[in-house]
Structures are given as structure tokens and as C-alpha cells.
């Protein structure tokens, strides 16, 4: 046992290694990943014996794996968004958002949770946090009860944010077939999705009694959210899951709104703005409104078609794909990269379409995109190192013990900590795809030494995700940037801190139970 626990202390090494260097050290989160892939080749190496070439193509695997096809939609989706900052586009959604309601609770569940879903399906990375946040904060909410507000929101789509990154790589590296990962995904979550918007309304609200007269909105928002969730993720797989889910909650929700507005109710004076919408703002045409919306609809509309729910179109496009042994120590670990029919690739051709669309000049085009990889440069070194120390883990072992360690304490009570790992690694890493590549395949290799049904356990790593992104340090400090709050990053945690092990337990509690029946 001693043995045991020794090479799970040793294996584990580049995980603490990740807190300490980020909660502790408070250093960025491409420097610790560098680290934590030193850390984890020599921990290879001297453990479990590793050879250097294995590692070197182990580790070369990894940052294949990052380039494509995770840095490239993460590149496409910031880009996409980015170019519709310029363009002016945004001011343009922001103000559609904001006109149709003066009740800052039902402001907070079309923009905290509608359109921040959607903006954590098309791009994620913050931009979920930071925007609606900021525009809540606008609208005459406390900074402190924006961010709060938009934390809660933001946990429960990082699974399948940024077109689906996290979900997807996840069954690539456990091989787990994405669109029956993505039903038990969406299953799990759903109790905590319809959740949130009762939880966001409570928050802004300062308490229960401001859920009077909010119940069925709230309800509608959250329920439309869940059930989209589910048959996105049945029927097309892991990338479209947020979109479609967002998209439906915030025209379902924006109709109740109107509804609620033209039937005469009466908003309370302590949830009322003070000024529904910007009288001085310019009104824009039906056409500059579709034009706002454009690349978005291009995205939604494009992915769509080119999903498995057309297999003429998906056929042939998924055609156009190469198949590459990168690791040396194993000649059937095999890479398949899709060229055509990849996200990444789409999303950039729609985001150029929708500039045109929106009158941008290509010169001004190649501009955002220079900015956006400058913008995302740490973040596509993080995920190279974090992919690479992953890669290097799973083939040496390392992923191996730590399982072993797991089971042989826990046994058949492992599933109570399965979703516990999954919010650690968000909590230190701030990414869900971090959080899956490092323990996705320790929930894979736990399942099969149970006995346990695999994908069940695979994707309660996603579902703890969804608590761990609310504690994460770097969401958080997003979040604070983006309502001019630098330094109050411990008081958001402090507040924060209930909601997410709130959370976190009952997640435990669903996943233990589901494992005994499944």
C-alpha cells in the first residue's frame, strides 16, 4: 500500500505542481503549464521508466492534438467575436438585449444567462464573464452582484463551450463516442441548468423574496436551456449543445419578457432601472440588426449542416482527413485530423463572411485576426504544455497509478470523488479542456477497474467542471478586470465559494447514485 501511494504522490506531481505554481505562486498559467510538463517528464522518466524518445513523440502528440483541432477554434471563435467588437456589431446586440424589459432580474437572465451561454458556446475563454458582467454592471447592478451573477451562469456550459473543445477532446482521448458522452453530459448537468436562473434571480435580487412573480420566466429559461441541452447533444453531438440551448432559452425567455412587459405587471421599485435603455443611443434598422447577428447565425446555420444530422454534407467533408502515428512506443496510437470538417475551420470562414456582411475592409479583417493571436498567445501556450504533460502521463503510467490509487482506497465508492477531480483541475487550470485532457482518462481507467459504466464516470468529470469554473482563480479575475474590481478577487471567492461546493456535493451525490444503477 505504501509502494502505491508513493508512485500516486509521484504521479500526481505535475498536477500539485499546478496549484502551487498558480494558487499559491500566482504565476500565469502558460509559465505553470511549461513547469508542469518538466515536472512530468522527469517524473516519467524516473518513475516508470520512459525513454526520451517515447516522451519527446509522447509530448509531440500533445501539441499536435492542441494545434488542431483545439487552438484553432479557439483562435476562430475569439477572432469571430472580436471582429464583431470592431465592427460595432456588439453595441448593436448589447442594445437589443437591454430594450426589452426596465426589471434588472429579467435583464440579468437575458443577458447573465442567455446570452452569456451563447457567448460561452461561440467563444468562451472569459468572454461568458466578462461582457455580460460588464453590461449588467451598466445597467445599474452592483459590480460585486454582476460578476456573482455571471460566475453562477457560466459554470454549467463550460462542457460544451468554445463549439464544444471541452467534450469533444474528451472523447478523443478516452475514445468514447462524443454524441452518446454528450447525452450523459447533458443528463447529468440538467437538474443544475434549470438551477441557475432561480439561483441568478435570488443573487440580483438579494434574496428569495425576488423570486416572487420570477418563478415561471426563471423556469423558462432554465428548463428551455436543459431539455436543448439534451437534444442537441443526442442528436448532433458536442459541438452545437450551448448554441442551440442558448439561442432557444433567450428567444423563449425575450417572448415571456414581452409578454410579462405588455400584460402590464407592475415592476417593484427595488428591481426597476433606472433607465430601461439609452435614449440618446441610435436606432438601428431591422437590417443593421440582422447584420449584427450575422456571423453568429452564419456559425449556428453552418455547423448545423455540416453535423451528422446531414450525413450527405458531414459524408463527404469528413472525408477529407489524415490519419498519423506521432507516438513512437505504440504504433497503433493513431491521430486523425479532419482538415474541412473541423470547427475551428468553419468558424473562421463564417467570421470572415459575417465581416464582409458587416462592411469591414479585409486589411481592417487581418488586423483583428493579428490581434487575436496576439491576445491568445498565452493561452495556446498553456494548452500545448497542458496537452503535452497529459499525452506524457497517460503513455508513461502516471494516469495509470493515480486510478489504481483511487480504486484501491476508495472502491466502489470512487464515484463520490469522480466529479471533485474534474473541478479541481477548472479550478487550477481555469479550463475545462485542461481540466478533461488531465483527468479524463484517471475517470476512464477508475471506471473499468469498478466496474462502473465508463461513459457515466467520464462525464461526471465534465459535470464537476461546471463547480470548478466558478471557483477558478483566473475566471474570477476576469471577471474583476472587467467591472474595474482588480484586487477583490478574494471577496468574489469568498461569495462564490457557497454556491460552487453546493454544488459540488450534490454533483457527488447524483454521480454515486447513477454508478449504482447504470
Known sequence: MLELFGMFVLAL??????????????MEAYLASI???????????????????????????????ALWPIVIVIIAAVFTYNLTVHTGAMETIK??????????????????????????????????????????????????????????????????????????????ITGIDVVELSTVQAIQVFPFVIACPILMVALVGHGPKALRGMLPISLVSGVSFAA?????????????????????????????????????????????????????????????????????ALIFAVLLLTSKLVPFVNGPLSAVKSTVNIYAGDPTATLTFSWVNTPGVLIFICGIVGGVIQHCPPREMLGVLGATCKQMSKTIVTMLGVLACAKIMGYSGMIASISAFFVGTLGGLYPLVAPL?????????????????????????????????????VASNSLGVSAGKMLSPQNIAIGCAACGLT???GEILGKIAPYAFAFAVVMALIVYAGSLVL
Open 13 to 26: 506531481a505535475p498536477i500539485i505542481w499546478l496549484v502551487i505554481a498558480l494558487c499559491g505562486l500566482h
Open 35 to 65: 513547469g508542469a510538463l518538466v515536472v512530468a517528464a522527469v517524473c516519467a522518466a524516473l518513475g516508470w521508466g520512459m525513454t526520451p524518445v517515447n516522451m519527446a513523440t509522447a509530448a509531440l502528440e500533445g501539441f499536435a492534438m
Open 95 to 172: 442594445r437589443m438585449l437591454c430594450s426589452v424589459s426596465a426589471d434588472r432580474r429579467v435583464l440579468t437572465l437575458l443577458i447573465g444567462w442567455c446570452f452569456g451561454g451563447f457567448l460561452e458556446g461561440m467563444a468562451g475563454f472569459g468572454t461568458a464573464v466578462a461582457i455580460p458582467a460588464s453590461m449588467l454592471m451598466a445597467l445599474g447592478i452592483s459590480p460585486v452582484t454582476s460578476i456573482l451573477a455571471c460566475l453562477v451562469a457560466n459554470g454549467v456550459p463550460t462542457m460544451f463551450g468554445s463549439i464544444g473543445i471541452p467534450t469533444t477532446t474528451l472523447a478523443s
Open 228 to 296: 436543448c441541452l439534451l437534444a442537441a447533444g443526442h442528436f448532433i453531438g458536442g459541438e452545437l449543445p450551448d448554441v442551440v440551448a442558448s439561442v432557444v432559452s433567450l428567444v423563449l425567455t425575450f417572448a415571456y419578457a414581452l409578454r410579462m412587459h405588455k400584460s402590464g405587471v407592475e415592476v417593484p421599485e427595488e428591481y426597476r432601472l433606472v433607465a430601461s435603455a439609452d435614449d440618446e443611443a441610435p436606432q438601428e434598422s431591422l437590417a443593421d440588426k440582422l447584420r449584427a447577428w450575422a456571423p453568429f
Open 421 to 457: 477531480l474534474g473541478a479541481l483541475g477548472t479550478f487550477v487550470t481555469g479550463s475545462g479542456t485542461s481540466s478533461e485532457v488531465l483527468f479524463g482518462n484517471v475517470q476512464l481507467h477508475a471506471a473499468q477497474s469498478i466496474g462502473a459504466n465508463e461513459t457515466w464516470l
Open 487 to 489: 484586487g477583490k478577487d
